[in-house]
C-alpha cells in the first residue's frame, strides 16, 4: 500500500543490503509478490500443514487470505465452472505433481483498502478531514494513515442515533451516539459488491481463513487469541452489530471492519451465514502466510 516511489527505494535499499551479505541472490530475489502467487503459496503452506495436500485434490481446503491491499481467494478446481475459468487457474506444485488451482486476488478488498475508499470515499477530494457513518459520533479526528497520507476521521456531527442503555461505562441510563449498523453496512455492502467476485465452487469447501480474519476474530472475542477456531459466517455480523452500538473511541474503526468481514464473506462471496470458517493464525506452530509455499516452490525449481 506504499506510493510507488516509495516501494522502490525499499527495494532498492533491500537489494544494496544484499550485495554486502553472502547470500546467494538474482536480480529477482527482492521483489514485490504478485497477488496470484501469495494465494497459491498461502494455500500450500495451510494444506501442507493439515497434510491435506498430496493426495485426492478435493480433501484440500480453500484458503481466504485478507491483506491490508487485496484478498486472496484461492483453492483446488475440482468442477467445470471452475476449470473453464482459465484466467485465474494455475498449476501449483505439490508432492505428489502439480494441482490444478483456481486463485483470485481482488485489489481494493484489502481491509485497509476498503477503509480508505469507503470512510473517505477515495481520498475525499484532498481534505484530510473525513465524517463517515460507519464511525462512532464519540471519534474525533482519529488518525488513519494510507499510501503515505494521514487522514482524520470523526463520527457524524449531528443527526446520529443514540441507544438508551442501562449502565453504560459513561453514566447509566443516558443515551449514548452509535453507529447505525443498517446504515453502515448499506454502504459496504454496495461497496464489496462492486468489486468481489464470487467463485461458484468455494461454497462446497472446507474454508481457512487468515490475516485479517483471524485478528478482527480474535479481537472481537470470537475466538481464542492463541489456538484460534471455528465460528459461522453469521457470527461476524452477530459481533459487527455489537460493537457498532458501543461508543468505543479506543478502537474507532472496529464497526467497519467487522461489518466489512461479514459483508465480503456473504454478499461478497456468496456463503450462507451458516458457513462454518476455520481461523488459524498458526498450525502446529507453524504461520499461516505464503512463506513455507513460496520456500517449497523455490526449492522444487
Request: a negative charge; one cysteine or more.
Amino acid at each position: 500500500m506504499l506510493p510507488p516511489e516509495k516501494a522502490n527505494k525499499l527495494l532498492d535499499s533491500v537489494r544494496e543490503y544484499f550485495k554486502k551479505v553472502a547470500f546467494q541472490t538474482n536480480e529477482k530475489s527482492v521483489e514485490i509478490m504478485e497477488g496470484t502467487d501469495e494465494g497459491i503459496f498461502s494455500w500450500f503452506t495451510v494444506n501442507f500443514l493439515l497434510e491435506r495436500i498430496g493426495g485426492d485434490p478435493s480433501r484440500t481446503v480453500a484458503a481466504l487470505d485478507l491483506g491490508g491491499g487485496s484478498t486472496q481467494t484461492t483453492f483446488a478446481a475440482t468442477t467445470p465452472a471452475s476449470l473453464k475459468d482459465t484466467e485465474h487457474i494455475h498449476r501449483a506444485q505439490s508432492p505428489r505433481g502439480l494441482i490444478q488451482v483456481y486463485t483470485r486476488s481482488m485489489e481494493g478488498l484489502g481491509l485497509m483498502a476498503a477503509r480508505y475508499a469507503v470512510i473517505t470515499g477515495h481520498g475525499n477530494g484532498g481534505n484530510l478531514n473525513v465524517t463517515s457513518e460507519c464511525v462512532n459520533p464519540v471519534v474525533r479526528g482519529k488518525k488513519f494513515h494510507y499510501s503515505g497520507t494521514d487522514y482524520y476521521i470523526s463520527g457524524l456531527q449531528e443527526n446520529y442515533p443514540k441507544s438508551h442503555v442501562k449502565g453504560s461505562d459513561i453514566e447509566i441510563g443516558e443515551d449514548v451516539p452509535i453507529v447505525s449498523f443498517s446504515n453502515c453496512s448499506e454502504i459496504i455492502v454496495k461497496y464489496v459488491k462492486s468489486k468481489a467476485h464470487a467463485p461458484e465452487e468455494l461454497p462446497l469447501k472446507t474454508i481457512v481463513a487468515f490475516s485479517y480474519y483471524y485478528d478482527r476474530a480474535a479481537e472481537a472475542g470470537l475466538i481464542d487469541e492463541s489456538t484460534g477456531g471455528q465460528i459461522k459466517v453469521k457470527d461476524f455480523r452477530t459481533a459487527a452489530e455489537k460493537v457498532c452500538h458501543d461508543a468505543n473511541a479506543d478502537q474507532p474503526f472496529m464497526c467497519f471492519d467487522l461489518t466489512f468481514i461479514w459483508a465480503l464473506l456473504e454478499k461478497g462471496f456468496n456463503l450462507n451465514e451458516n458457513t462454518k470458517i476455520y481461523l488459524y493464525k498458526k498450525i502446529n506452530g507453524h504461520e499461516t502466510s505464503w512463506a513455507l509455499g513460496a520456500a517449497y516452490n523455490m526449492l522444487r525449481g
